[in-house]
């Protein structure tokens, strides 16, 4: 039981390039989410997911989309790159057993835009 | 606006003593609030929760008082310990499935 995975650990893209991050989960969570993580700022989410084929906007969607084919799966993508978005990102996902939406978060990718 | 704060970045406690991390909220239509340990180059796992319809829950050496009245909510740390340096994020939750953080408190523990 891997919990929450995340794919790569570590990139550093030159401004205007695209990358994708990978979440996978194995607990058959139905809500996903992705955070970026900034000095002071506390965890801000970007985009999230309640179901397989779904997704909405959170408090910093802009230069981010998201999608969700898979129940598994939340990928993260960036179309061009700017230094604005490095970050740390964090991908978690919940269920919705309790009303509390406890969160399970990977161990993060830490992204740096040159 | 800021929904969740957590106005002290930092806090040192000694081993042994009791920390207290506190966050304040604004919005009265949250009715969970969780609590999340973060340590360096991981990812936050969760402490403790408590639902608004409560003032206190306890888990081990974990304590959450909530004040609703005051829209102020505490972690209490008893006896801290030097693997509980770490960032204490809370968090709460309106039942959107979504959850709003604070800026988060680093606590140093000190042998």
């Known amino acids: 039981n891997a919990g929450v995975t995340q794919t790569p650990k570590f990139r550093v893209l030159k401004t205007g390039q695209s990358m994708t991050l990978l979440c996978a989960q194995d607990?058959?969570?139905?809500?996903m989410y992705w955070y970026r993580q900034d000095p002071g700022m506390g965890l801000r989410l970007i985009h999230y997911s309640v179901g397989e084929g779904t997704t909405a906007k959170g408090e910093v969607p802009d230069g981010y989309n998201v999608s969700r084919l898979k129940k598994q799966n939340f990928l993260l993508g960036l179309e061009s790159a700017a230094p604005s978005q490095t970050s740390v990102y964090f991908c978690a996902s919940s269920d919705t057993l309790t009303g509390a939406y406890e969160q399970y978060f990977g161990p993060g990718t830490r992204l740096t835009v040159t | 606006d800021q929904q969740v704060k957590q106005n002290s970045p930092s806090l040192s406690v000694q081993e042994g003593r009791i920390s207290i991390l506190n966050c304040d909220y604004t919005?009265?239509?949250?009715?969970?609030f969780l609590w999340y340990k973060k340590y360096p180059a991981e990812g936050p796992t969760f402490l403790i929760s408590?639902?608004?319809?409560?003032d206190k829950n306890e888990d081990g050496r974990f304590t959450v008082f909530l004040n609703k009245s005051a829209k102020h909510l505490s972690l209490h740390i008893v006896p801290s310990q030097p693997g509980d340096s770490a960032v204490y994020f809370c968090?709460?939750?309106?039942?959107?499935?979504?959850?709003?953080f604070g800026q988060g408190t680093t606590l140093q523990v000190k042998p």
């Open positions: 919005n009265s239509m949250f009715d969970y």
């Open positions: 968090a709460a939750s309106s039942n959107t499935g979504k959850l709003i």
């Open positions: 408590i639902s608004s319809i409560k």
């Open positions: 607990m058959n969570h139905e809500y």
